[in-house]
């Protein structure tokens, strides 16, 4: 993608994707995320989403060999805003489920979190599983000081995630919720049902 390394987004973007992952991933041989008693493979992530995360997560499943129906599991604090969103895309385009939580060496599921633009990964999922105990963190996104126009990027960028979660069938009271706070709002399951961003009744872990 970069052919300059001497740019710093450069740098960013080849440290991400071959040196130095700001995620790390499993494959879960066997996960019954839904509670049906069928369990399928799922790819469990976990960390920062970084400048070329995009590019990683679609490797590693394209590792794993997931298929329409296989899940992924998701745990992180955010990071990356378009890169979550390519991310939220790639889940969609597969037939991917998605889950926050994190799971151990046999494959136990255990609750997590999962906040700002990690939410827009999360939101790519078809369906969208709740699990008990783990909880999704929403928050205004705000342009950088250094643009040229701080208000107007930042209302961009709102209509941009409002298309997005649209488009994957998430009620627009979560990007009013967003729009809320600059801190992080910790949604529980019930909220988050209602905004049609769990999509699945919440199971136990």
Known sequence: MYSDLSRPEAWAYWKDLYFSPSMTSSLIAAADLNGSGRSRPALAISGTIGAATASWFRDRLNDAHLMP???VLISSPGGDLDQAMIMGEVVRSRGLATAVGVADSSGRISASYCASACVLVYAGGKPRVGIEGSVLGVHRFVASALVRD????TQRTAGIVLNYMTKMGVSSAVVEAMSETKDVRWLGAK????????S??????
């Open 69 to 71: 129906g296989d899940a």
């Open 150 to 153: 701080p208000v107007g990027d």
């Open 200 to 205: 699945d009744p919440v199971r136990r872990p």
């Open 191 to 198: 909220e988050a049902s209602a905004m049609n961003l769990i």
